[in-house]
């Protein structure tokens, strides 16, 4: 079974850390992006996000949203799935978007990612 809390860095060695999960399987975190940690101005972005409930399967889904601080205007989300790989090692596959602000509904088109 994957346990989701913990420290874990994607393949853009992004650092991400995952609270432990409440009983409602709620959890809370710091983020810090490659470009936070390699611009000289480090800051620790925080995230809340939920797990679905583990009794329904052993390798949970869930999903988080990060408030990046003063280096961004924008809103990500991300959703995944906690896995165990052949070796044993625990693998979090995930989804992002990413939503900057502009400034007309004409706009609007270039404002997701």
Do not use: H
Request: with cysteine.
């Amino acid at each position: 079974q994957c346990d989701l809390s913990g420290l874990w860095r994607n393949e853009q060695e992004s650092l991400m850390e995952i609270s432990a999960l409440r009983d409602d399987g709620s959890f809370q975190g710091k983020y810090l992006t490659r470009v936070s940690l390699s611009g000289g101005c480090t800051r620790v972005s925080p995230f809340r996000g939920a797990q679905q409930d583990l009794g329904e399967a052993a390798w949970p889904t869930f999903g988080f949203t990060v408030r990046w601080e003063k280096f961004s205007n924008a809103t990500a989300v991300f959703v995944g799935q906690c896995f165990v790989d052949t070796g044993g090692k625990e693998v979090l596959v995930i989804a992002w978007l990413l939503r900057e602000p502009v400034g007309s509904l004409e706009d609007d088109w270039r404002a997701t990612r």
